[in-house]
């Protein structure tokens, strides 16, 4: 195996999971080539990578797409749609079905990272990629997720979500720009913030993801066609998806059964990590 190749399965593995996970794969992928001294593969693999996040989160969640469209449309021909209460944490199909303004609100949700990315994204990929900066973020906003889940009230699955929680959530996704932050990390912390049980909090994120995974990597698919389809490309692009969809699963099924402490404590461990690497490099 050629050390491109392996680089591309260990970045697309990188992709996967810090997409889903609240642990940042903005950062991850910046301190991977910082750690082992890689060369930044280029715009085309990071289009792929965002391919195969795409493929992950469609696979896992288009039965509940399907359902989030036909809700709306039932909705707006005025057709009645079956309600159905339930005390559970846990998330159903059934109850996403039940809100029928869901689609709305992942479109709403949505546009304040949409507007960020396209005016702020070329002072992100430069001024916030320094090192320290990252260790900041990930120990700052992995502590306000563990608090802000371990004082939210957890009482809301999806088919409650209100136009002003979708707010909230969509203004949380669009500080993630900056490196360490999470995109999933931040949505999850503003879904438990406006009451949604952890479930619901990490499948509303998911949701969130995948208009902009889908924008990103409309956007950048000149590059992929300009570089061409390699082999590690499609690796990339096939690692990157196996390890999201794998993420997006046993997310759900931790969650329901755990708190995100495990997280919190695990950027943090990175950050202190990364000031110990960035000391000694600056000693030596």
Known sequence: MSSE?????VLGMIQGLGEFLPISSTAHLILAPYFFGWKDPGLAFDVAL??????????????????????????VFNKKIK??????PQLTHQEINNNPKLLAYIIIATLPGVLVGYFLETKAETIFRNPLV?????????????????????????EKVSLKDSIIVGLSQAV??????????????????????????????????????????????PYLIQE???????????????????AIKYLLKLVAK???AA?????????????????AKQGA
Not at 191 to 216: H, Q
Not at 228 to 246: H, K, R, T
């Open 5 to 9: 190749i392996f680089q591309s399965m």
């Open 50 to 75: 965002h391919i195969g996040t795409l493929i992950a989160v469609v696979a896992f969640l288009w039965k509940d797409w399907k359902r989030i469209i036909f809700s709306f449309q039932f909705s």
């Open 83 to 88: 309600s159905k209460n339930s005390n559970s």
């Open 134 to 158: 990252v260790a900041l973020t990930l120990s700052v906003f992995g502590l306000i997720l563990y608090l802000v889940d371990k004082y939210s009230s957890h009482r809301k699955n999806l």
């Open 176 to 221: 993630a720009i900056i490196p360490g932050v999470s995109r999933s990390g931040a949505t999850i912390t503003a879904g438990l913030l406006t009451g949604l049980n952890r479930t619901s909090a990490a499948r509303f994120s998911f949701l969130l993801s995948t208009p902009i995974i889908f924008g990103a990597a409309v956007l950048k698919i």
């Open 228 to 246: 061409g389809i390699s082999v590690p490309i499609v690796m990339g692009i096939i690692i990157s998806a196996v390890s999201g969809y794998l």
């Open 258 to 260: 755990a708190s995100y």
């Open 263 to 279: 997280f919190f404590w695990y950027r943090l461990a990175l950050a202190i990590i990364i000031l110990i690497f960035y000391l």
